[in-house]
């Protein structure tokens, strides 16, 4: 079952609230995976933020896809879907905050003090990364796998593995 959050005061998500029937514009939900959603119409879908306004009709009604939420993005989306990153031009998507991957070029998305993340999940394993693509943690599938993903090594003498 998805959590729905209705939009709260000047478009915040109000957390642990229920959805009110019937309540007026977008509004935030919760995925199956516990990242930031868009409620859809049928208020029974909840799709991932990055989802929304990426060319696919999701939704059963397509309102994921509708002209006046897509038609300036990320400015014309919904803060509770939108994640800015330390270049204050960049932005994201907010489902994509500390998920591990470097979405926002420069690591702002994964690290303090722009974002405050846990500390590396199961499966991942904790160093400074050679790789652009991960920040603090690279998958523990990259480990002991003769080539350097660490700048200490650590991924090759320290990861226990996969």
């Given at each position: 079952?998805?959590?729905?959050?209705?939009?709260?005061?000047?478009?915040?998500?109000?957390?642990?609230?229920?959805?009110?029937?019937?309540?007026?514009?977008?509004?935030?939900?919760?995925?199956?995976?516990?990242?930031?959603?868009?409620?859809?119409?049928?208020?029974?879908?909840?799709?991932?933020?990055?989802?929304?306004?990426?060319?696919?009709?999701?939704?059963?009604?397509?309102?994921?896809?509708?002209?006046?939420?897509?038609?300036?993005?990320?400015?014309?989306?919904?803060?509770?879907?939108?994640?800015?990153?330390?270049?204050?031009?960049?932005?994201?998507?907010?489902?994509?905050?500390?998920?591990?991957?470097?979405?926002?070029?420069?690591?702002?998305d994964e690290l303090s003090?722009?974002?405050?993340?846990?500390?590396?999940?199961?499966?991942?394993?904790?160093?400074?990364?050679?790789?652009?693509?991960?920040?603090?943690?690279?998958?523990?599938?990259?480990?002991?796998?003769?080539?350097?993903?660490?700048?200490?090594?650590?991924?090759?003498?320290?990861?226990?593995g996969p």
């Amino acid at each position: 079952m998805n959590k729905v959050f209705p939009q709260g005061h000047h478009g915040k998500a109000a957390a642990g609230t229920k959805a009110v029937p019937g309540g007026a514009g977008p509004q935030a939900c919760a995925t199956l995976a516990n990242r930031t959603g868009f409620l859809c119409h049928d208020r029974r879908s909840c799709i991932p933020a990055s989802g929304v306004c990426d060319g696919t009709r999701t939704c059963p009604h397509g309102e994921d896809e509708e002209e006046g939420l897509c038609r300036d993005v990320p400015h014309s989306l919904p803060s509770f879907l939108v994640a800015h990153c330390g270049d204050p031009a960049s932005w994201i998507y907010s489902d994509q905050k500390c998920d591990g991957t470097n979405n926002c070029g420069d690591c702002s998305d994964e690290l303090s003090p722009v974002t405050v993340c846990a500390p590396c999940g199961p499966g991942w394993w904790h160093c400074s990364s050679t790789v652009f693509k991960y920040c603090d943690c690279i998958p523990r599938s990259l480990c002991r796998d003769r080539v350097q993903h660490c700048s200490d090594w650590s991924d090759e003498y320290a990861c226990p593995g996969p």
